[in-house]
């Protein structure tokens, strides 16, 4: 089974970003940056964005071509790649269209879809989130919960915009 270890401490400022844009009713998406060995993607650097770059609406989340290539550029001098998007969702957590046709596939990525903005105690219930696994084809398949590991280890924080990158 492939799984998926995120520190903590990763999964808290993931948490809170996606809180903060929620509270204006908007969706809000970071990344998991790490490396994968024997089935299990460990994620090391922890992504979030900002503007310029992206675009945050009520039902949108866009992120332009040039943040796009500066999360490229940042995955190239980490030596990392994206193992995980982790996305908010105004009520429950699924896997949209949107989400199966415009986020990263790439095999192996893992997409996690939290429920309610972020906002309610129970969105931050592991067990209320959507997991979904990119196959080898592209589609996205349903996982569980259970797939992310929450651990104690340690995580970079760096935000992205269309400018670069710099540690939190």
Same mark, same amino acid.
């Given at each position: ?102 986020? &990263?596939? $790439?095999?192996?990525?893992?997409? /996690?879809? @939290?429920? *309610?903005?972020?906002? #309610? ?18 589609? &996205?398949? $349903?996982?569980?919960?259970?797939? /992310?590991? @929450?651990? *104690?280890?340690?995580? #970079? ?12």
């Amino acid at each position: 089974m492939t799984a998926l270890c995120l520190p903590r401490v990763g999964l808290d400022a993931v948490m809170h970003d996606l809180e903060s844009f929620g509270r204006d009713g908007t969706e809000s998406i970071a990344f998991g940056l790490g490396r994968r060995q024997d089935g299990v993607a460990t994620v090391m650097s922890v992504v979030l964005a900002e503007e310029p770059g992206i675009t945050r609406r009520f039902g949108l989340l866009r992120l332009s071509e040039r943040w796009m290539l500066k999360l490229t550029e940042l995955c190239e001098s980490l030596e990392q790649a994206v193992v995980m998007q982790f996305h908010s969702h105004p009520e429950e957590a699924w896997h949209s269209d949107t989400d199966d046709h415009h986020l &990263f596939h $790439a095999p192996g990525i893992f997409s /996690v879809v @939290v429920p *309610d903005f972020a906002q #309610s105690a129970a969105a931050r219930d592991q067990s209320a989130w959507a997991v979904y696994r990119c196959a080898n084809g592209g589609a &996205f398949e $349903a996982s569980t919960p259970t797939a /992310v590991d @929450v651990t *104690d280890g340690d995580a #970079s924080l760096i935000i992205v915009s269309e400018d670069g990158w710099r540690h939190a």
